[in-house]
């Protein structure tokens, strides 16, 4: 009985950390990914490729999903579908066709709505700290949680990137850092009676920003100074 209690309550996370998780898993293709990878001095569009297919199948692959493995959830999947597309599949639509319609435009504003929307992310990042910061310590238990999820997501794309370097990277980036504004919206929508499960989406991107910008400046000094057939 008292091995019992102990694993209920040190080994199962609680279930409002199961939930997030679950909305990671299911949910990919993070907006920064390409940020990450430019830093890294890597393959950019290899990583929006990536970005915009996971987010695609994200879109149609969660609403299906959702209500048939969390349980007690009476959602159906046309309410997630609505938001997914509302929120997320119209603007990537837009921009593609603005893309395809005005190419000589896009490509004169595409390095200025870059550079500031990694500004905007780097601000936000600091203001969700800042604003969060007694909630994330009073929720530091499910920290090694959050870190192993991560870390195995990001290994997992990096050993699927095979012999070249440029793909370890973008798979890495792209598996570990999942989808957390899509994992908060759906978490937050139709999860409320669970507040934990859209932070632990939220202290992932944290966690990733924080663990990924390192590496991406490692290893975008290891692909300068290494040999070409990467």
């Known amino acids: 009985k008292a091995l019992t209690d102990f694993i209920e309550k040190h080994a199962i996370p609680p279930e409002g950390v199961r939930t997030g998780i679950i ?3 299911i949910g990919g293709g993070a907006p920064f990914i390409p940020i990450i990878v430019t830093t890294a001095k890597s393959h950019v569009g290899s990583s929006v490729g990536l970005m915009v297919t996971l987010l695609i199948i994200t879109i149609f692959f ?5 209500p048939r493995i969390l349980d007690g ?6 309410d997630i579908a609505k938001s997914l597309l509302a929120i997320m599949l119209l603007p990537l639509a837009l921009a593609l066709a603005i893309k395809a319609r005005f190419p000589g435009i896009a490509a004169r504003v595409q390095p200025y709505a870059a550079r500031l929307t990694s500004i905007s992310i780097v601000v936000l990042m600091g203001a969700v700290i800042a604003l969060y910061a007694e909630v994330i310590l009073a929720s530091a238990s499910i920290l090694p949680v959050i870190i192993l999820f991560f870390l195995l997501a990001m290994i997992i794309g990096y050993l699927a990137g095979g012999r070249k370097q440029h793909a370890r990277i973008v798979l890495a980036v792209g598996t570990g850092l999942r989808n957390p504004p899509i994992a908060i919206l759906v978490a937050s929508l139709y999860f409320p009676a669970q507040p934990i499960a859209a932070l632990v989406p939220l202290m992932f ?3 990733g920003f924080l663990i990924l910008l390192p590496l991406a400046f490692i290893m975008r000094k290891q692909l300068s100074t290494g040999s070409k057939d990467i």
């Not at 969660?62 to 959702?66: A, C, G, K, L, Q």
């Not at 959830?73 to 046309?78: D, E, G, I, V, Y």
């Open 205 to 207: 991107a944290i966690i």
């Open 73 to 78: 959830t009476s959602l159906n999947s046309w």
């Open 62 to 66: 969660m609403p299906i999903v959702v």
């Open 23 to 25: 909305l990671l898993g």
